[in-house]
């Protein structure tokens, strides 16, 4: 579970001057939900994601997570609740260990019951877990990261963000990165990932049809703020060209049709 309490973002930027990013956000996700989130270019999605995992301070507001107020603890301390996928894709692997080493180390942020047993067994299981991302890595797992490309470092980042056994999950536009068969791949694994685990989870992304195809629920952002979110009956009847035409809208442009949408 998620929850957002009149959160506030702030960046300095120097000389007394300030830029606000999230601007007084409230947002509530039950557990076991996925949000795709929306919005274009410095919307704020990421700073929303970063503010949920402690990588950057709130100055206003509370953040829920599983019922716990999370707001006053630093981001290693949010890590037992927090899996996650960041946009850039060297910023969730380690590039100078190797696969496995990087495996273990999200394997032990997870509870104790999960801990590895011996090292060969441990291999195996890795190994196992790895070739479920169909990209050939259960082969180079002593190889180091670093040798990997992007798309295949973000498939491992979140095969390493599953491990810690988290319960709300954060991605970042984690499939952007990838060629359209690996796209697929991961995706349908976050999907499998996130029904097995029952996991609350945040999805950023530009892909429209994702979006809509990967969630119950669809929240876009603009200037901070989010300014649509749509569930049930009118979800479903959202389409490509609709949220097309809500992001003209928030542009300026004139689609009355969809104007009711916008909060
Ligand atoms: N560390 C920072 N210092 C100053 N400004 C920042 C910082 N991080 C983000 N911003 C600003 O906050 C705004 C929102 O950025 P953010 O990265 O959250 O956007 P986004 O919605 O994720 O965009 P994109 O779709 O391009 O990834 C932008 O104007 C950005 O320049
Ligand atoms: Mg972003």
Do not use: C
Not at 117 to 144: I, Q, S, W, Y
Not at 184 to 195: N, P, Q, S, Y
């Amino acid at each position: 579970m998620i929850r957002l309490h009149n959160i506030e973002v702030s960046f300095d930027l120097g000389g007394g001057q300030e830029h606000t990013v999230l601007k007084n956000l409230s947002l509530e996700v039950e557990r076991g939900q996925t949000v795709s989130v929306i919005g274009s270019n410095g919307a704020g999605k990421s700073t929303l994601l970063n503010a949920i995992a402690g990588t950057v301070p709130v100055r206003a507001g509370k953040i829920f997570l599983d019922d716990s107020d999370v707001t006053p603890l630093p981001e290693w301390a949010r890590a037992m609740y927090v899996g996650r996928v960041r946009q850039d894709p060297l910023a969730g692997t380690a590039g100078d260990m190797t696969l496995l080493d990087n495996l273990a180390l999200a394997y032990r942020k997870g509870p104790r019951r999960f801990r590895i047993a011996t090292p060969p067994k441990f291999a195996r299981e890795m190994a196992d877990k790895v070739a479920e991302l169909g990209m050939g890595l259960e082969d180079r797992l002593r190889e180091n990261v670093s040798r990997l490309s992007g798309g295949q470092r973000q498939a491992l980042t979140l095969l390493m963000a599953i491990l810690s056994r988290p319960s709300v999950l954060l991605l970042d536009e984690h499939t952007a990165a990838l060629d359209p068969a690996n796209a697929e791949i991961v995706g349908e694994l976050t999907r499998r990932f996130i029904a097995e685990f029952n996991l609350t989870a945040l999805i950023v992304t530009h892909d429209m049809k994702r979006a809509l195809e990967q969630a119950g629920r669809v929240v876009m952002m603009h200037e901070g703020e989010i300014i649509a979110d749509l569930s049930g009956a009118e979800k479903e009847k959202m389409d490509v060209a609709g949220l097309v035409r809500l992001f003209k809208k928030v542009r300026g442009a004139e689609y009355a049709e969809d104007r009711d949408l916008l909060i």
